[in-house]
T-cell receptor, first 115, second 114 residues
Framework: GDSVTQTEGQVTVSESKSLIINCTYS????????LFWYVRYPGEGLQLLLK?????QKGSSRGFEATYNKETTSFHLQKASVQESDSAVYYC????????????FGSGTRLQVYA | GPKVLQIPSHQIIDMGQMVTLNCDPV?????FYWYKQILGQQMEFLVN????????KSKLFKDQFSVERPDGSYFTLKIQPTALEDSAVYFC????????????FGKGTRLTVV
């Protein structure tokens, strides 16, 4: 089967500091998985932050970056300098190009940024 | 941006009764989905729906579950009869097409079966 692992349930970071949220994946059924980061801001629905569909490529959005590493089966989310407005829950997800919307999600990492 | 609306945000139902969860997807989208998240667990795919038919369903999509989108209106998830283990947050989502297009999610409906 497919699985996505996020090891940190919660991360607390001071404003302007750097951030890394870990994500590793495993799949036995998808030859070329697509990888995603979704975010849920307080009171909002889940929304796509960034996606990468090709191994070795990097995706970026709103100052966040993630590189699709097939060797280490990882897709860590990074930001050089976080802001209070980045406080949210971040979900790593895995999907298949031809089966849109059938995503396997990680358990989520709650990011709390304090001033 | 485009919004998927789910009404109501919270629903309480007696075990054994029927419940229908409503979703108003983005207007020009063609693919529709339901996900289930039990408290403290990961969000898991239930089903996807296209052109009036279920395309894929997971093992979580029990025989008591059904989905439909009559006349292009609300996309609904019906559970009949409900069981205690159906208590969860149910997320509706929609997308315009295939090939890596973005999926838009609603805020979820928390279903409590008592």
């Amino acid at each position: 089967g497919d699985s996505v692992t996020q090891t940190e349930g919660q991360v607390t970071v001071s404003e302007s500091k750097s951030l890394i949220i870990n994500c590793t994946y495993s799949t036995t059924s998808i030859a070329y998985p697509n990888l995603f980061w979704y975010v849920r801001y307080p009171g909002e629905g889940l929304q796509l932050l960034l996606k990468v569909i090709t191994a070795g490529q990097k995706g970026s959005s709103r100052g966040f970056e993630a590189t699709y590493n097939k060797e280490t089966t990882s897709f860590h989310l990074q930001k050089a300098s976080v802001q209070e407005s980045d406080s949210a829950v971040y979900y790593c997800a895995l999907g298949e190009t031809q089966v849109v919307g059938q995503l396997t999600f990680g358990s989520g990492t709650r990011l709390q940024v304090y001033a | 941006g485009p919004k998927v609306l789910q009404i109501p945000s919270h629903q309480i139902i007696d075990m054994g009764q029927m419940v229908t969860l409503n979703c108003d997807p983005v207007s020009n989208h063609l693919y529709f989905y339901w996900y289930k998240q039990i408290l403290g667990q990961q969000m898991e795919f239930l089903v996807n729906f296209y052109n009036g038919k279920v395309m894929e369903k997971s093992k979580l999509f029990k025989d008591q579950f059904s989905v439909e989108r009559p006349d292009g209106s609300y996309f609904t998830l019906k559970i009949q009869p409900t069981a205690l283990e159906d208590s969860a947050v149910y997320f509706c989502a929609s997308s315009p097409g295939t090939g890596g297009t973005e999926v838009f999610f609603g805020k979820g409906t928390r279903l409590t079966v008592v």
